[in-house]
């Protein structure tokens, strides 16, 4: 691929990801990770050829202008983008697949002064994001996904997200189908409160929890529902009435009661801490 192609692809793949790019010539003024990416290129090609001085002179000068530190030793594939930038660490012995995108202070280091493969693989559309570390010489798998400020010290499987420290699977291809997200959306409007992030696409611990949590409401109102049934072919007068629609606002002074006896309690410990 030629170089006009490639800074065309490099563009197109902006636009593809980030909605604030307006143009082409404000993305080639103003996205300093696609600067450092082209630099990058410049400088790997010098590190291959054994020019390995001026290659690290430019990984180095590309560091100052953009704030992105590329080894130029690190292995990069097509339409790699890194969104604003700055702290962004990615070491030389590091391979990154097709369509990666890594966020602000990301790193992918090593956890060894040993030589020898030493950082992480990145495979295709793998997505990390900001500020999370990952470490040593593991593999993050096609489409998996870390969440922000993550550590990460093993291998990633294929689609799968994870976040904490150290990493945990918090969402894989199997966990949440479109039939469960809308079942829980529907459970959560019927009981009054905001599904909070109960989609698949924002795998929050809290928002698994909440999801656990609408999965057994919604099996406790089938079996109910089957027991009225049954009550009602024999003739009993039951389960007529409709329930009661709950308001999230209706709890809010229960929560502030609840919020300042707590409060009260800690005073008065005070004296003793």
């Not at 969104?83 to 790193?107: F, N, P, R």
Request: proline letters at 5%.
């Amino acid at each position: 691929m030629g170089v006009i192609a490639r800074v065309k692809e490099d563009i197109a793949s902006i636009y593809h990801r980030d909605p604030a790019a307006r143009n082409a010539f404000e993305i080639v003024l103003n996205y300093p990770g696609m600067h450092a990416i082209w630099f990058h290129r410049i400088s790997h090609r010098l590190w291959v050829a054994e020019w390995r001085q001026f290659a690290r002179l430019l990984s180095t000068f590309s560091r100052w202008l953009t704030g992105v530190e590329i080894h130029p030793g690190a292995t990069i594939g097509d339409r790699f983008f890194i969104d604003h930038g700055m702290g962004v660490v990615i070491g030389e012995t590091a391979e990154i697949g097709d369509d990666c995108t890594l966020y602000h202070s990301v790193t992918l280091g090593g956890t060894s002064w040993q030589a020898g493969k030493r950082h992480p693989t990145l495979r295709n559309n793998v997505v990390v994001g900001a500020g999370a570390k990952i470490l040593g010489p593991i593999t993050m798998h096609d489409g998996a996904r870390v969440g922000s400020n993550s550590v990460i010290v093993k291998d990633v499987p294929k689609d799968t997200t994870v976040v904490g420290i150290p990493g945990r699977v918090v969402a894989t291809p199997t966990t949440q189908t479109e039939e469960e997200n809308e079942r829980r959306n529907a459970m959560a409007k019927k009981y009054g409160f905001d599904a909070y992030a109960v989609s698949p696409d924002n795998p929050d611990p809290v928002a698994n929890a909440i999801g656990q949590m609408l999965d057994h409401m919604h099996l406790m109102d089938s079996k109910v529902q089957e027991i009225c049934q049954a009550l009602q072919s024999v003739g009993g007068d039951v389960c007529t009435d409709k329930l009661p629609e709950l308001e999230v606002e209706e709890f809010s002074d229960v929560e502030m009661a609840a919020a300042e006896k707590r409060q009260n309690a800690i005073d008065e410990f005070d004296p003793i801490i």
